[in-house]
Each structure stands twice: as structure tokens, then as C-alpha cells.
């Protein structure tokens, strides 16, 4: 959705930190929310892209903070997703993905190398 069309600032920042996540790479909602500089609103990266149609948007790359996919297991988006997800080469388990370790967070701070 281009930046005349979204609804809110807060909006176009979390449609373009999903943007921003590369082909065959993860991300959580609450990174999503955190790129786009919305500490703790992981929930409304989800309000957002639940209402989404873009097409375009690589809605599939974001997960769960556990990494799993946010569908109920069996459903048609949860195929879709998982689907989408291991065309680009993620590799799932009982559909949940390895996230990334996130260097935003205070325990990569602590406990990521050095």
C-alpha cells in the first residue's frame, strides 16, 4: 500500500518493516512492532496485517514470538502461510520456524556474543 493510502504513520511503518523482511528470512510480530517503532504492539502488527489485501506484502514472513504460525493448525491460512514459507526455502517443524535471534531485545544485549 503506498504511504498516500495508509490509514496511519503508525500503519506505513509496520506495512514497511514487513516489507523490509527478506525473502526465505522470519520475523515476529513484536520485532515487526519494534522496527517500526512500536515497542509492545505486536497486537496491531497483527490488526494491520490482518486487513491487509496487498498482495504484494510478504505478510507469510511474520510469526508467532515462538515461531509458530498464528493460524489454527489445518486451516486454509495456516496451509497458505506454511506453503508460502517453505517455497522460499524456511524450514518448519510441526509449523513452527527457528526465529532469528533478535538484537533488539534485552536478552541478546546480555546474553548475545560479544
Known amino acids: 500500500m503506498p504511504a ?5 504513520t503508525a ?3 509496520i506495512l514497511a518493516a514487513v516489507r523490509a523482511v527478506p525473502a526465505g528470512q522470519v520475523a515476529s510480530y513484536g520485532a515487526i512492532a519494534r522496527r517500526a ?5 505486536a497486537r496491531l502488527v497483527a490488526r494491520v496485517l490482518g486487513r491487509n489485501d496487498d498482495p504484494a506484502l510478504p505478510w ?3 510469526l508467532r514470538s515462538d515461531g509458530r504460525i498464528a493460524f489454527p493448525a489445518g486451516s486454509k491460512g495456516f496451509s497458505e502461510q506454511a506453503r508460502r514459507l517453505q517455497d522460499e526455502g524456511v524450514v518448519l ?3 513452527r520456524v ?3 535471534a533478535d538484537e533488539g531485545t534485552l536478552d541478546a544485549a546480555l546474553w548475545g556474543p560479544c
Not at 498516500?4 to 496511519?8: F, I, L, R
Not at 517503532?37 to 504492539?41: A, E, Q, S
Request: charged share 25%; hydrophobic share 20%; with cysteine.
Open 11 to 13: 500503519e506505513c511503518r
Open 60 to 62: 507469510h514472513r511474520i
Open 37 to 41: 517503532g512500536l515497542p509492545g504492539r
Open 4 to 8: 498516500a493510502d495508509c490509514p496511519s
Open 98 to 100: 527457528r526465529l532469528p
Open 93 to 95: 517443524h510441526n509449523g
